[in-house]
């Protein structure tokens, strides 16, 4: 890797998984260009760079291409720990897996509001209340289990880890594109966790109109 | 762990991801039990013990719940590495990328694949072509660059990796569930890789009827 070939992240940041790789990114420190195209909104230029329409896109200075923002996240946190800082997923065992299933709740979240939003891009005549109503119930129910786990400032161990990075993401995709869905004053502790983290660098760098 | 109490696992064998867990136990020789719940046809038995409304979900012996397949195939891996097998997934470096990059591929078809059934479950009147439509293409893109990278038996290496069993999960379902969906002829390679592994002992110990 030079400073003169970056990584490059392709996707917009109200894509909730794109600002997860994000933040990551500004947490451990690696430099990278931001490629803001919308999968909806540019298909022209976006298709010759990557014609399989996902967001995000990692690509390294080799020029690999990575998908699925989970395994960009395991490919950052092993090039995080090949620079000596510990990965905001540990590595095996049973920290490895709290930390996953936390994660794996801020998922289930994410994705059901990615499919409200979804819904909400259909011509209005074409809306099925009940599917909505589904994920929302979906959505609500893994805000609760999440916000049952978090007791102090962080989900897992009294550190930052991938657990609260991908919740806060999702909370934040929420509280932008869909305000209406989420109930103020339900969740105090993960309210508490995403202005906090909202307020720091690493996710100030990243801000979701961008 | 007990034989008394071994692992068990929530979830239809149509789902493509619980599928691609059940076929990863098998390689793997880990004992579990099927609860074949459906989350839409079973809702008054799948919400007491799953009120997450998400498959799979793996019970393990002590009675932790995990979430995620990605996750549930993360922690098998690291079992069976405790038990001295070859992890499906290797644990690091460019091959672990490579078959993890393999996955994504197939990871975007099978959603893709699930989202136009989803459409389907959908009252007639209700079904947007052209969302079905955008789906179908980025299936049949992610389908094609499978295709193009698979040389020989296997995606990676020349040997068994998740790449191939999260590929032809992902092709039983488009077959079994979406068979108008299936191009017949256009993916020789991958047909013959489907054909070959769904004869195999892990394969046929988890039928899509299940």
Redesign the interface.
């Known amino acids: 890797m030079t400073d003169s070939t970056p990584h490059q992240l392709l996707g917009l940041y109200d894509s909730p998984f794109v600002r997860r790789v994000a933040v990551t990114m500004k947490v451990y420190g690696i430099a990278f260009e931001h490629v803001s195209l919308s999968v909806f909104r540019h298909m022209d230029a976006m298709r010759p760079l990557n ?4 967001v995000p896109m990692l690509t390294l200075p080799s020029g ?1 291409k ?3 923002s ?2 960009l996240l ?2 950052l946190d ?1 090039l995080a720990a090949e620079r000596g800082l510990s990965p905001l997923t540990p590595r ?2 049973a920290e ?2 709290q930390v ?2 936390l ?3 801020a ?2 979240a994410t994705e059901k509001a990615v499919a409200i939003a979804y819904e909400h891009k ?2 209005a005549e ?3 209340a009940d ?1 909505t109503s589904r994920l929302r119930n ?1 959505m609500r ?2 805000f609760t ?1 999440l916000e049952e786990r978090l007791d102090g400032n962080f989900l897992v161990g009294g550190r930052l880890t991938q657990a609260d990075i991908t919740t806060v993401a999702g909370i934040g995709f929420v509280r932008y594109i869909l305000p209406h869905e989420w109930p103020a004053g339900a969740y105090p502790a993960l309210e508490r966790l995403a202005d906090r983290l909202e307020a720091s660098a690493a996710f100030t760098a990243v801000p979701l109109d961008e």
């Open positions: 014609p399989l329409f996902k690999e990575l998908y699925e989970a395994y395991d490919y092993e095996s065992g490895r897996r996953q299933q994660m794996a709740l998922i289930v259909r011509p074409l809306h099925w599917w979906q129910q893994a289990m």
